[in-house]
């Protein structure tokens, strides 16, 4: 199964998510990760993941929850930041039950524990560590955002802001980025701030236009927000006004997920009007109905009278829905061929291996949504296994391979159910996901870089 040219999350997401955060994280590695923290530190960092988890938990009552178990643990100060950050989020864990929150959270919780602490000398780097939305919401700094960008781009800058990253310092400058939620890579703006002159610099990213830039006094932006910008083009389709646009594509989960989803499509939908909105619905003949119903009700209430299109593809009482941008011009989506519908091919009585999907590592929530339907492709065959075939050099499979597991283990699949196998060398990292059934001989890769073909996961 192969997948168009598309624009999305996942859910994960969604996470996700923090592509910006994600990069980071080796600048602020932590010299002395034993190093007890103290509890004025604890303290002052459970004060600002509460802040985190309020924000990113769908269910506000969970968010609560979670705070109060925080508020029961003791001796937190005798432990280094690390083991504080890991014993937190054992809490969230025991809460929030939505694997797609909880990856959005570790992410934001990975990048707090490696920043280094530390004393600083001068007044703005002392925002360093802390959240995002606290700078975007001291009058000063609002007021001059304000001036500096209008009232239209304004609301789109905080629109984008919606879940914002701590703040980080780059040379001369405070930075920090943030997307629209469930809309990370697609809807993002950034803010640098000057430590030596005080000017401010913005930039605001949307995946169907033109990035915008702002600089005060008619400065030059700086490379951080260019750097920034880049990392987020990379993930655009390639500029074609023929072929229809896939914005996102998940699994329905909850009704709080889907809104959130559905409001950054409207926005993509509502900022070219002559942008038309398809929306796929894979799933049996009740779950068609009932999401079609709740999608018409939603969108009515969201975009007025702009007519959406509804197409249904085949799949089963777990609804996946697909949203598409098709610009003027271009042709519709169709839907594709559902995995689920089909048989294991029997040659001679003989499983065969499948190739569920194959792509480019382009971004983390096209991998995410990718890897999402794959796992849940063989948790339907409790008798398969699966095979991950890895292209590029040494050091990027490496890489990926790593992220994988990692993403593996946060999800809690079962880790002894998935193997890996390199491929052929290649400008980009390409991944192959297989399923081999019981009995099937496993996929062969036209060039093997290892002399070790295959290698099962032990960590």
């Known amino acids: 199964m192969k997948f168009t040219k598309r624009i999305n999350l996942t859910k994960t997401f969604l996470a996700f998510l923090f592509v910006s ?43 609560k929850l979670v705070s109060k178990k925080w ?64 700078l975007l919401e001291k009058p000063e700094i609002k007021s001059r955002l304000k001036k500096l960008l209008g009232e239209k781009d304004y609301a789109s800058f905080r629109q984008n802001f919606e879940v914002g990253s701590p703040i980080k310092k780059e040379g001369d400058f ?93 926005v993509a939908l509502q900022d070219n009007p002559e942008n038309k909105g398809y929306i796929i619905i894979y799933g049996d003949k009740k779950s068609y109905a009932t999401k079609e119903k709740e999608i018409k009700e939603y969108s ?63 971004n983390r929530e096209d991998f995410l949504l990718r890897f999402d339907n794959y796992v849940s492709e063989i948790q339907n065959r409790p008798q398969a296994s699966g095979y991950i075939v890895l292209s590029r050099g040494k050091k990027s499979r490496a890489n990926s391979k790593k992220e994988i597991i990692d993403y593996i283990k946060l999800r809690m699949f079962n880790i002894d159910r998935f193997i890996f196998l390199d491929g052929k060398d290649s400008k980009k990292v390409s991944i192959k996901l297989w399923i081999v059934p019981k009995g099937a001989e496993p996929p062969a890769p036209k060039k093997i870089v290892n002399q070790k073909n295959e290698e099962r996961i032990n960590e």
């Open 21 to 63: 955060m994600v990069f980071s994280l080796n600048i602020f590695a932590q010299k002395n990760t034993t190093e007890q923290m103290g509890e004025k530190a604890v303290a002052d960092l459970i004060k600002e993941l509460k802040g985190v988890v309020m924000r990113l938990s769908p269910d506000k009552r969970e968010a």
């Open 71 to 134: 508020d029961r643990r003791k001796g937190l100060g005798e432990k280094s930041k690390k083991e504080v950050i890991e014993l937190l989020f054992e809490d969230v864990k025991s809460v929030i039950k939505d694997s797609g929150t909880q990856y959005q959270i570790y992410s934001v919780f990975s990048f707090y524990k490696n920043i280094q602490t530390q004393k600083n000398t001068d007044k703005e780097s002392e925002w360093v560590g802390k959240d995002s939305g606290e």
């Open 174 to 266: 405070l930075f920090a980025s943030g997307c629209m939620l469930r809309a990370c890579t697609r809807l993002e703006s950034a803010l640098a701030l000057n430590v030596k002159n005080k000017t401010i610099h913005v930039a605001i990213f949307d995946q169907i236009k033109e990035t915008k830039f702002f600089n005060e006094n008619n400065s030059q932006t700086p490379e951080i927000i260019t750097n920034w910008a880049k990392c987020l083009e990379s993930s655009k389709p390639a500029e074609s006004q023929d072929e229809a646009i896939l914005f996102d594509e998940f699994q329905y989960q909850n009704s709080e997920e889907f809104m959130a989803r559905f409001d950054a499509f409207a």
């Open 300 to 362: 009515a209430r969201r975009l007025g009278s702009k007519k959406l299109n509804y197409l249904k593809g085949e799949g089963n009482s777990k609804a996946v829905i697909a949203f598409w941008v098709v610009p003027k011009g271009a042709n519709p989506p169709t839907p594709r061929k559902s995995l689920t519908k089909n048989k294991e091919k029997i040659a001679d009585n003989k499983p065969e291996s499948i190739l569920v999907d194959e792509f480019s590592l382009t």
